[in-house]
């Protein structure tokens, strides 16, 4: 069974800095590029950052980059993302993601993340 598990969200003040992480498993982890996506209410799910199989360039949505860093550890079936100088309309609810054969999207269960001061 495909599995994406997310923790790390919390509340935080404007400036500071969390640390996501996705655990994932039943897939062949190392060959699959991985994804980040937030989605904030009344707002839709976007991509926030993603990471090749074996790291590497990395794309990120103009609102994140300089703050964001996307990084796996393939040895572990883990992705992270971590998350500085954040910003009130960070605040969302964080989704790892993987698009596997067939374009088929596995989602984890989403971590709160809550920037206020």
């Known amino acids: 069974q495909v599995q994406l598990v997310e923790s790390g969200g919390d509340l935080v003040q404007p400036g500071g800095s969390l640390r996501l992480s996705c655990i994932a498993s039943?897939?062949?982890?190392?060959?699959?590029?991985m994804n980040w996506y937030r989605q904030a209410p009344g707002k839709e799910r976007e991509l926030v950052a993603s990471?090749?199989?074996?790291?590497?360039?990395?794309n990120y949505a103009d609102s994140v980059k300089g703050r964001f860093t996307v990084s796996r550890d393939n040895a572990k079936n883990t992705v992270y993302l971590q998350m500085n100088s954040l910003k009130p309309d960070d605040t969302a609810i964080y989704y790892c993601?993987?698009?596997?054969?067939?374009?088929?999207?596995?989602w984890g269960q989403g971590t709160q993340v809550t920037v206020s001061s």
């Open positions: 039943g897939f062949f982890f190392s060959i699959y590029d």
């Open positions: 990471i090749p199989s074996a790291g590497g360039s990395r």
């Open positions: 993601n993987v698009k596997l054969l067939g374009s088929t999207d596995k």
